[in-house]
């Protein structure tokens, strides 16, 4: 499929695939700026993230969604619902998996999932940048074997490899269609939901292993003070056990401390704008199998 420069074309295509193959290092790096987060540990993105590139005759719409994985709350439910829910809305399927990683049930599972999918399929390669080049071969087959790919494309998400051969591919499969987004617009995510996605990756990458996926950070204020020349963001990290609690605020403090001069600097780049930021710890206990709190803290099924 040859691309035409004379006509505009724009759409939407999805990026799923098992927890921590890259997504949103993927989404953050196409885009030019963050906006989605980014963590080692499994399950990070919580809800669809739309992040959108615009060039001169194409406008991309990328959806980051939820790693698919075997739900064990009603918050992995909520996850992996989101993710489903995606492939039906959408022009082309980005399915990205490890190359450092032999395929695994979670990828079968993934692919029994696309079997009834008209919908173009990319298999993406991530991560070759930790595989040999004469080992692509063996892990294009063992995928190929499973499904007939629209697409197949190696890359490295995060030091750029191919990306922009992935992009031109992409743009190929996409329809003639109008600009859904201005040109400066890089996410449909207000500031709100991307200021407290910085702060709760903050708390995972600093809390390691002591704190799981049981955190939330819910946004109580922003204002711009004009007066000082600053921003003013007021947010509450919510943790589901007292013990948590006490893990994410350290000895005298000094973790809460290092999480908001870390997150800080994020929203700051965001905001373009110097931020005064004051954050707090509460305890709400099984939050995730909630669906009221759930619902408070941003998780609305009923958008998707």
């Known amino acids: 499929m040859q691309k035409d420069s004379n006509n505009f074309k724009s759409g939407f295509i999805s990026i799923i695939g098992r927890p921590n193959v890259g997504k949103s290092t993927f989404l953050n790096r196409v885009v030019g700026q963050k906006i989605a987060i980014m963590s080692d540990k499994p399950q990070t993105t919580r809800n669809k993230v739309q992040g959108v590139v615009t060039t001169e005759n194409s406008q991309l719409v990328f959806i980051d969604t939820p790693g698919i994985h075997k739900p064990k709350h009603k918050l992995g439910d909520f996850m992996v619902k989101s993710a ?8 082309v399927i980005m399915f990205m998996v490890n190359a450092n990683e032999p395929i695994g049930g979670g990828d079968r599972f993934i692919i029994d999932l696309l079997q009834n999918t008209e919908t173009p399929v990319f298999l993406v390669i991530n991560k070759i940048d930790l595989v040999h080049p004469d080992d692509l071969l063996t892990i294009i087959t063992s995928y190929t074997e499973e499904y007939d790919f629209a697409e197949i494309v190696p890359l490295s998400a995060l030091n750029g490899n191919n990306v922009e051969r992935l992009m031109e591919t992409l ?8 600009k859904y987004y201005p040109d400066d617009q890089v996410t449909d995510h207000p500031e709100r939901f991307i200021i407290s996605e910085f702060i709760r990756e903050k708390v995972l990458h600093l809390t390691r292993e002591e704190i799981p996926h049981s955190v939330a950070v819910v946004i109580e204020k922003i204002e711009r003070d004009e007066s000082r020349g600053l921003v003013d963001v007021a947010a ?13 605020i350290g000895k005298k403090g000094a973790l809460l401390k290092e999480i ?3 997150a800080r600097h994020d929203i700051e780049m965001l905001l373009g704008s110097k931020v ?6 509460k305890v709400q206990k099984d939050w995730r199998n909630k669906p ?4 408070e803290f941003g998780f609305r099924e009923d958008e998707y």
Do not use: A, H
């Open 84 to 91: 489903r829910n995606t492939l039906k809305e959408v022009d």
């Open 171 to 178: 743009t190929d499969y996409l329809p003639e269609g109008p």
């Open 236 to 248: 509450t990290i919510v943790v589901d056990r007292d013990s948590q609690k006490g893990i994410v």
């Open 260 to 262: 908001g001069t870390k």
């Open 276 to 281: 005064y930021l004051e954050l707090w710890v």
């Open 292 to 295: 009221g709190q759930l619902r």
